[in-house]
């Protein structure tokens, strides 16, 4: 099972990145123009870009592909500000799949998946899944759900052989 948020994330980096360069030409229109008596309207514009980064940063939103597979799940993802969008990518064999967490808050919702170590139980950093809808989050679960009871029946090895789809395989071997 396959998900991608990318039509929902092509979006939101489109808001990201025209906001705030109409918030800063706003301003600098104020100033070159010299609007002395819109003067104020300056600072409404820096504090409408302050909220906005403030809000960016509280939500965390992410482009988002999960593939859960019988032998393996892969999470990649990317942040989606403007300022700072790292490439990370969390894989997990099947048989060292521990379990997973979906926390929801007031802003967020995250991801949490956890892996079985010899030195225990070892918990990833929390992937920020807002973008996606409740059926996509759905298709997770579930996928979660089967996942957990193939490895039930057959703890030790995969049910199913076989991997990722091309375009999520790490190695250029295809």
Known sequence: MKI???????????????????????????????????LWLAGV????????????VLLHNNYVLVFIGPDK????????WPIRTDNNSIEIPATD???????????????ILYKNTPGGKAKYPEVCI???????????KRSFAILETVKRKNPFTSAVSGGP??????????
């Open 130 to 140: 807002n973008l996606l809808n409740s059926e996509q989050i759905d298709k997770i």
């Open 4 to 38: 991608d948020n990318s039509s929902k994330a092509s979006q939101v980096r489109m808001a990201y990145a025209f906001i705030p360069a109409f918030i800063v030409l706003a301003v600098f229109a104020i100033y070159w123009f010299e609007l002395t008596d819109s």
């Open 73 to 80: 799940v892969i999470v990649r993802y990317k942040a989606l």
């Open 165 to 174: 789809p091309n375009d999520l395989r790490s190695d250029d071997s295809g």
């Open 45 to 56: 514009g820096i504090v409408a870009l302050a909220l906005y980064v403030l809000v960016a």
């Open 97 to 111: 799949f521990a379990g997973y967490e979906i926390n929801k808050t007031k802003l967020r919702t995250n991801l």
